[in-house]
């Protein structure tokens, strides 16, 4: 069964830090694209991030440049968001997602596979 599984999310004041981990099952993570996505309340799912398969070429949502940071292992089977100088605009439920393009505009038709989410909350 293919499956992606998101790991790492609390909460946390502003200011703070979070990494988020997406481990995938039943099939092998080098030959996609890995793109991280979230969804706050009352308001659509949008792209943050993405990583091109060999890990060389990144895009990111202006929302997010200079503070979250996108990378992958692909020997582990795994992908990391690790977010740093959190506000309390990045409280949302984050996906992970496996895809094949990791384009400037990070749509999510572009991605395949998902997992579950993970809730960040980001409060003081």
């Known amino acids: 069964q293919l499956q992606l599984v998101d790991s790492g999310g609390g909460s946390v004041q502003p200011g703070g830090s979070l990494r988020l981990a997406c481990a995938a099952s039943?099939?092998?993570?080098?030959?996609?694209?890995i793109g991280w996505f979230r969804q706050a309340p009352g308001k659509e799912r949008e792209g943050v991030i993405c990583?091109?398969?060999?890990?060389?070429?990144?895009n990111y949502a202006d929302s997010v440049k200079g503070r979250f940071t996108i990378s992958r292992d692909n020997a582990k089977n795994m992908a990391y968001l690790q977010m740093n100088s959190l506000k309390p605009e990045d409280t949302a439920v984050y996906y992970c997602?496996?895809?094949?393009?990791?384009?400037?505009?990070?749509?999510?038709?572009?991605?395949?596979?998902w997992g579950q989410g993970a809730q960040v909350t980001v409060s003081s």
């Open positions: 990583i091109t398969s060999s890990g060389g070429g990144t």
């Open positions: 997602a496996a895809g094949y393009y990791c384009s400037g505009y990070i749509r999510e038709y572009e991605y395949n596979y």
């Open positions: 039943g099939f092998s993570l080098d030959s996609y694209v």
